[in-house]
């Protein structure tokens, strides 16, 4: 790997500063687990499942742009929840965040997380 760097925006609020909201490496953008809070508040948006899975991409989309790329270029998506019965409302977000060619993606059910986030989602995109 010749070229990495860590990367955040202050146009989405960040839950720690353990960690950055992406690393660039060479021409691949990683982006850590987004979940759904207020870009500016830095709290949960709502105790809805699809309104924090749709903050969630809304979120990457800004980290993406901020870090010059798009929602066009994600290759992969984790996307971590909370309830294993959810898979319809992701399905209905995806779309809206990838009209064509969606990226591939996986989706396991994990133990909560704090804060009452219900979804995380972290993607892999080209730069």
């Known amino acids: 790997m010749q ?3 860590n990367f955040s ?3 989405v609020a960040r839950m720690t500063q353990v960690f950055p909201q992406a690393v660039i490496a060479d021409k691949f953008i990683f982006l850590s687990g987004m ?3 207020d870009p ?3 709290k949960i948006v709502s105790d809805n499942f699809e ?3 749709r903050q969630a991409f809304q979120n990457i989309k800004t980290v993406l742009e901020e870090a010059g790329s798009s929602m066009d270029k994600v290759v992969k998506t984790t996307i971590f929840m ?3 019965n ?3 409302i992701i399905n209905k977000v995806y779309p809206e965040f ?3 060619n969606p990226p591939a993606r996986s989706t396991p059910q994990v133990m909560p997380f704090p804060a009452g986030i219900l979804i995380s989602i972290e993607c892999i995109a080209l730069q």
């Open 3 to 5: 070229d990495r760097k």
């Open 9 to 11: 925006t202050s146009k």
């Open 35 to 37: 979940p759904g809070i």
């Open 40 to 42: 500016v508040s830095g």
């Open 51 to 53: 309104h924090q899975t």
């Open 82 to 84: 909370v309830s294993g």
């Open 86 to 88: 959810d898979f319809g």
């Open 98 to 100: 990838f009209p064509e």
